[in-house]
């Protein structure tokens, strides 16, 4: 078999798998897309720079993200918007917030949308108890992170050392992150 005959075979398997997919699995296909896409637009760089080049492989990655959830290509795309986002904004100056946090959030989420493609077999029926289970997890993640995100707006106004702030965040993390732990360790 050449390997024109064995990619013409992947293409025609991957075709009736898709043919075969629940409404469900093919709509959190269809998020991780919208997701994935939005990242880049966050990141709103010029295409013909080192940022555009890396859009591209970006996208690309994207693509075989939504073909093989479970392989190395979500973390390909993650690793193509944070390089981005240091490309654009590195260690010099303070970036913006509002995209920071933004970009923030679409990676947290097509990661965990990534991570729930990738876990489920791609024909498998989504159960609504699955589905809310796994909201419930990105709600807490997203509440943890605002009360974070405010504790770091309220430490900064503050007056005090670089080593005090520091202090004060990781144990702001600690404390947000003990009910995390004590959820996860009853079920």
Not at 19 to 31: D, I, S, V
Not at 115 to 122: D, F, Q, R, S
Not at 164 to 169: A, H, K, Q, S, V
């Amino acid at each position: 078999m050449t390997a024109v005959d064995e990619a013409v075979a992947g293409v025609q398997r991957w075709w009736r798998t898709t043919r075969a997919m629940p409404g469900l699995q093919l709509g959190l296909r269809g998020l991780l897309a919208v997701l994935g896409v939005a990242g880049f637009v966050i990141l709103d760089q010029p295409w013909a720079s080192l940022s555009g080049v890396l859009t591209v492989v970006g996208l690309l990655a994207l693509i075989g993200t939504l073909l093989l959830p479970d392989s190395s290509a979500p973390a390909v795309v993650l690793g193509v918007m944070v390089a981005e986002w240091l490309i654009a904004y590195g260690l010099r100056g303070s970036p913006p917030v509002g995209r920071t946090i933004a970009l923030a959030a679409d990676l947290y989420l097509v990661h965990t949308v990534a991570a729930l493609c990738g876990a489920l077999p791609p024909t498998a029926k989504l159960e609504g108890q699955l589905l809310v289970r796994w909201s419930g997890h990105v709600a807490l993640s997203a509440v943890a992170s605002a009360v974070l995100i405010g504790i770091g707006y309220a430490v900064g106004q503050l007056p005090g050392s670089l080593t005090l702030e520091l202090i004060g965040l990781v144990g702001a993390v600690v404390v947000v992150s003990v009910p995390v732990w004590l959820a996860y360790g009853r079920r």
